[in-house]
DNA sequence: ACAAAAGTGTTGAGAGTACACCCATGC
DNA sequence: GCATGGGTGTACTCTCAACACTTTTGT
């Protein structure tokens, strides 16, 4: 095998979370060179003989602290200017996670974390404007084609719940009565027989998903 | 910048065209260890400073020797065991190119270079049966929600033409009429004003698409 | 009893799907 | 004139989308 000289490999996270009925995305503050300073996506290189998805998982872990966490693959992005410290490609990813208890940890090339909100985001380093808006436009056609929406709630969550995510992350009101249709008849939840009480108004039935459900994309085959 | 050692990183095309009313995929043989004289994809090595995109394509040239080709990112692979060289990470593409003026050229470190019939593959290297299996699957995707088929054709086609293409690859008889009328509603295609004669039969209208065309996924959402 | 949120069905409109015959050309 | 493939319209069905009231709890 020739030693060819290839670039270098890393891996990128955008991590979308709900709080305080906003969506919000987790960024370091960058600790050192280039872009000292700035706000970036939680992410570093990929070791040698380290899957590539287990190397996210762990960007993710040691910046958050959680693991178990629903990960995808989203986009390989190899421009070689992307980076001017040399050509870097970097494989990113989304996580959702529900917002309890996560305890951020800024690692040692950052001097900070904080989540922002998604409509008011500071300036970022690299292109990492490019990947965020990638991952947030691949968010809203998850929620918008599929029933992945509980993967930003806890474990157990009302419909109501449910649909304030889709709200947010849609940008608009949804109707009630078909909203719990749909979801119900996808058949992927499950009644727990708890009820959250404890706020105003009658208390509501809470549910989980069940893991053997696969939130599939329903689409409109264009061709009968 | 730490110099971290970090995998290898290669790009890999699968490329699909339709020759003889088969869908096929291009494979070359290899002529070097490891997998000598195993079929494989076409694919190499990305060069520093190259753009990820940009060695897929000059990959695709090298094999195929066609340009101006629709190619697709199609996922990337990391398993450190994938390649017994050692950690080789690649970002694979997916192709599709129409049945004509190919001429194949086996690369420098393929022996050969030929067409294989997707549902009759030889064993292959590497992990690129699952990965041509993957493409495989992302093409039927694609030509069930979107008017993209006509990637698969030359400049200028008939409707049945058309038909034909998407039967192949979805393994299944469509309606003639409903075919017909989604796809012209679709606005992707316009009228040459030519008709292809010399068969037998009346002659049938030749239709091109208009490049601003952007065929959509028509997918159904979840939630009204 | 009143405020607040949970929960529940029906109907009209529009899209999806199934289906059969006439038309233009070459031999 | 006949064989071959090209081209066209309609009716039924089912899904989609809009819409308002009753129930349960806490205060």
Same mark, same amino acid.
């Given at each position: 095998?020739?030693? $060819?000289?290839?670039?270098?490999?890393?891996?990128?996270?955008?991590?979308?979370?709900?709080?305080?009925?906003?969506?919000?995305?987790?960024?370091?503050?960058?600790?050192?060179?280039?872009?000292?300073?700035?706000?970036?996506?939680?992410?570093?290189?990929?070791? $040698?003989?380290?899957?590539? /998805?287990?190397?996210?998982?762990?960007?993710?872990?040691?910046?958050?602290?959680?693991?178990?966490?629903?990960?995808?693959?989203?986009?390989?992005?190899?421009?070689?200017?992307?980076?001017?410290?040399?050509?870097?490609?970097?494989?990113?990813?989304?996580?959702?996670?529900?917002?309890?208890?996560?305890?951020?940890?800024?690692?040692? /090339?950052?001097?900070?974390?904080?989540?922002?909100?998604?409509?008011?985001?500071?300036?970022?380093?690299?292109?990492?404007?490019?990947?965020?808006?990638?991952?947030?436009?691949?968010?809203?056609?998850?929620?918008?084609?599929?029933?992945?929406?509980?993967?930003?709630?806890?474990?157990?969550?009302?419909?109501?719940?449910?649909?304030?995510?889709?709200?947010?992350?849609?940008?608009?009101?949804?109707?009630?009565?078909?909203?719990?249709?749909?979801?119900?008849?996808? /058949?992927?939840?499950?009644?727990?027989?708890?009820?959250?009480?404890?706020?105003?108004?009658?208390?509501?039935?809470?549910?989980? $998903?069940?893991?053997?459900?696969?939130?599939?994309?329903?689409?409109?085959?264009?061709?009968?």
């Amino acid at each position: 095998m020739t030693d $060819y000289k290839t670039p270098a490999l890393t891996v990128d996270v955008v991590i979308f979370c709900l709080r305080e009925q906003r969506l919000q995305t987790l960024l370091i503050k960058r600790g050192v060179e280039p872009y000292s300073g700035k706000w970036a996506i939680p992410g570093g290189y990929v070791r $040698y003989g380290e899957d590539i /998805d287990a190397a996210a998982l762990r960007e993710l872990g040691e910046e958050t602290g959680v693991h178990n966490i629903y990960l995808e693959q989203l986009y390989t992005f190899g421009a070689p200017d992307r980076d001017p410290r040399g050509h870097t490609v970097t494989v990113t990813y989304f996580a959702l996670i529900p917002d309890e208890n996560i305890t951020i940890e800024a690692g040692t /090339d950052a001097t900070d974390a904080a989540w922002h909100v998604l409509d008011e985001l500071p300036d970022v380093a690299f292109d990492h404007k490019e990947i965020i808006g990638y991952a947030h436009e691949r968010l809203r056609y998850k929620l918008e084609y599929t029933s992945a929406g509980f993967k930003l709630l806890p474990r157990e969550f009302t419909l109501t719940e449910l649909q304030t995510a889709y709200e947010i992350v849609l940008g608009e009101k949804l109707d009630k009565r078909n909203f719990r249709r749909r979801l119900l008849e996808a /058949d992927v939840l499950e009644k727990t027989g708890q009820y959250r009480s404890g706020g105003e108004g009658r208390p509501a039935m809470l549910y989980r $998903y069940h893991a053997k459900a696969d939130p599939q994309v329903k689409a409109r085959r264009l061709y009968p």
